[in-house]
């Protein structure tokens, strides 16, 4: 069975720096363009970052521009969002989510990790 | 940048009734980046409805999806129990990438 499992979530100080992971299991990333999609709250959906099945292209919200960058690791199966300088309002609930290169749509996600930004 | 405004906000109905759920854009979009997603409490996001009209694997055919240009639809032809969710509508774009709309949630009467 498809999935993806996400790590690395936790409380953080204002400022400070979070790594997330996201490994894919049953299935390889390498054909999947992937995304960080969160959701703050009692908040609705919001997509936070994306990266192309190789890397090539990377794209991120106003939200995180300056602050996040996506990468990944297809050898590994693994996706990652280093988030710095953290603020509360990037508390939320984060997951990673695939889309088929050449789809508009993401049809696998995890479970998700839970980011709190506090002091 | 479009804005999905989903309505209406909250449907209070009972198992078996019709369910319509809709979402409109600020401007046209292609029917090609329109999809739609279940999401229950504590759960992620799960793909119902892709390219507007087509069920993602797995999904029960009580769920169809229509519309074009501004305005799309999501039609719960009897619900089930297990219907009971908020459900998202979102676009493919430029910048964001990925834009959602605010969610109706459908719980029961």
């Given amino acids: 069975e498809a999935q993806l499992v996400e790590s690395g979530g936790g409380l953080e100080q204002p400022g400070g720096s979070l790594r997330l992971s996201c490994e894919a299991f049953g299935f390889s990333l390498r054909t999947y363009s992937m995304n960080w999609v969160r959701q703050a709250p009692g908040k609705g959906l919001e997509w936070v970052s994306g990266i192309s099945s190789s890397s090539t292209t990377k794209w991120y919200a106003d939200s995180v521009k300056g602050r996040f960058t996506v990468s990944r690791d297809n050898a590994k199966n693994s996706l990652y969002l280093q988030m710095n300088s953290v603020r509360a309002e990037d508390t939320a609930v984060y997951y990673c989510a695939g889309r088929g290169d050449y789809y508009y749509h993401m049809d696998v996600w995890g479970k998700g990790t839970t980011v709190t930004v506090s002091s | ?109």
Avoid: H, M
């Fill in chain 2, 1 to 109: 940048e479009i804005v999905l405004t989903q309505s209406p906000g909250t449907l209070s109905l009972s198992p078996g009734e019709r369910a319509t759920l809709s979402c409109r854009a600020s401007q046209s979009v292609s029917s090609s980046y329109l999809a739609w997603y279940q999401q229950k409490p504590g759960q992620a996001p799960r793909l119902l409805i892709y390219a507007a009209s087509n069920r993602a694997t797995g999904i029960p055919d009580r769920f169809s999806g229509s519309g074009s240009g501004t305005d799309f639809t999501l039609t719960i032809s009897r619900l089930e129990p297990e219907d009971f969710a908020v459900y998202y509508c979102q676009q493919y774009g430029n910048s964001p990438l990925f834009i959602f709309g605010p969610g109706t949630k459908v719980d029961i009467k």
